[in-house]
C-alpha cells in the first residue's frame, strides 16, 4: 500500500508546527498577524509540501498534487490528512515505521467500511492495495476525518496505549471535526509554556485535561456495560452515595482521608455527591473507587464459590 508517511513529511509537519507556533504567539502579543505574515497559510503549505513534491501517494486522479476541494463536504481526498498522520506521529515520539503502522490499520478498517457498503467505492481486486473506482490508489488521504476519531482509540489501545492523552490534546482537538478545517494552534496567556513547538505545541495542562476526558469515557461506558450487561453487580449511583455517607458515619473517617485512600481530590468527591445527571455520576472517579475502598474496609469478600462435588466424594459415601 502507498505511505504517506516519511521523514521528509515529519520535518515539514515540525516546521508548520513552529510556523503556527509562531503566529499564535504573534496574536498573544498584539501583532497585526497579516502584516506579520504577508503569505497566506495555503501558500506558505505549499511552499513547505513542495519538499515533499515526489510522494506518490499525495497525487491525485490525473498526477497532480492534491489540493483542497471545493465542497465544504467532499468525500476526499483529503490533503490535510498527511499532516494529522505526521502530528500523531511527531506527539507519539514514534519512527516513520511504527507511523505506518496505524496508517494501515485505518486505511483497512476504512477499506472494509467501504466495500461493504451497497454501492461499493472501493476496488479490492488488488489486496495489497485498494483503488477507488476510479482507478486512484486508495491512500491514508482517503480517510475522513470522523472514521478516524471513531476508530483511532482501539488501535491506539494495541499501538501504544499510554499516548491517547497526548494525541488527543495534541492533535486530535486542534483540527476541527469536518475534514477541511485547518489545525489550530491554541493561543495562551504570557507566561503559559508549551511542552515543545515542534511535537507538541500544547501545555501539559492541556494534556493532562484530555487523558481526564478519556478516563471519563472509559468509566462511563464501563459502567454501562455493567448496567446491561452484569445487572448482579451492578449498583446504583444513587444506593454508591448512601453508602458512601453510611460508611463515614460508622467507620468516623473523614472526607479528606476517605478522599486520600480513593485517590480523588475533595472537588471530585463534592461533585460526584451533588450531581443529579447519570452521566455524571456514572463516569465519575469517585463511583468506581469507593465501592471497592468500603467492602475492603468492611471485610466484604467475594462470595466463596461452592465447589463442585468430584467422582472420589460419590465414591467415599
Known amino acids: 500500500m502507498i505511505s504517506l508517511i516519511t521523514d521528509e513529511v515529519l520535518n515539514a509537519a515540525r516546521e508548520m508546527n513552529r510556523r503556527d507556533v509562531r503566529r499564535a504567539e504573534q496574536i498573544t502579543e ?28 499525495l497525487k491525485g486522479a490525473e498526477g497532480q498534487p492534491v489540493k483542497g476541494g471545493g465542497s465544504y463536504y467532499s468525500y476526499g481526498p483529503y490533503p490535510r490528512n498527511r499532516r494529522l498522520l505526521a502530528d500523531i506521529a511527531l ?19 476504512d477499506v472494509k467500511r467501504s466495500a461493504a457498503c451497497k454501492v ?11 483503488r477507488t473506482t476510479r482507478g486512484v490508489p486508495y491512500t491514508f488521504q482517503h480517510v475522513a476525518t470522523d472514521w478516524i476519531r471513531a476508530c483511532i482509540g482501539a488501535e491506539m489501545e494495541e499501538l501504544d496505549p499510554t499516548k491517547m492523552g497526548v494525541v488527543k490534546a495534541a492533535v486530535l482537538d486542534l483540527y476541527g471535526t469536518n475534514s477541511k478545517g485547518r489545525k489550530k494552534i491554541p493561543v495562551y ?116 464459590k461452592k465447589r463442585k462435588r468430584s467422582i472420589s466424594d460419590l465414591d467415599a459415601r
Open 120 to 130: 461499493p467505492s472501493v476496488d479490492l481486486s488488488d489486496p495489497n492495495q485498494p
Open 30 to 57: 498584539g501583532e497585526d498577524q497579516e502584516n506579520a505574515n504577508p503569505s497566506s497559510p495555503e501558500e506558505e503549505d505549499d511552499k513547505i509540501w513542495a519538499k515533499c513534491e515526489g510522494i506518490e501517494g
Open 189 to 304: 496567556l504570557p507566561g503559559t509554556k508549551r511542552v515543545d513547538d515542534e511535537t507538541l505545541p500544547v501545555s501539559k495542562e492541556d494534556i493532562e485535561r484530555a487523558q481526564e476526558e478519556i478516563d471519563k469515557e472509559r468509566r462511563y461506558r464501563k459502567a454501562r456495560r455493567m448496567e446491561f450487561l452484569d445487572r448482579q453487580h451492578y449498583v446504583p449511583p444513587d444506593k454508591v452515595k448512601l453508602r458512601i455517607k453510611a460508611f463515614l458515619r460508622s467507620s468516623g473517617m473523614s472526607e479528606e482521608d476517605f478522599c486520600k485512600a480513593i485517590d480523588v481530590t475533595k472537588d471530585e468527591f463534592e461533585a460526584f455527591m451533588r450531581a443529579r445527571k447519570k452521566r455524571l455520576q456514572l463516569e465519575s472517579k469517585v463511583y468506581h473507587e469507593a465501592p471497592p475502598f468500603i467492602s475492603e474496609q468492611n471485610g466484604e469478600g467475594k462470595p466463596a
Open 91 to 109: 506527539a507519539c515520539g514514534w519512527t516513520v515505521e511504527k507511523a505506518r503502522v496505524l496508517e494501515r490499520r485505518l486505511v483497512d478498517r
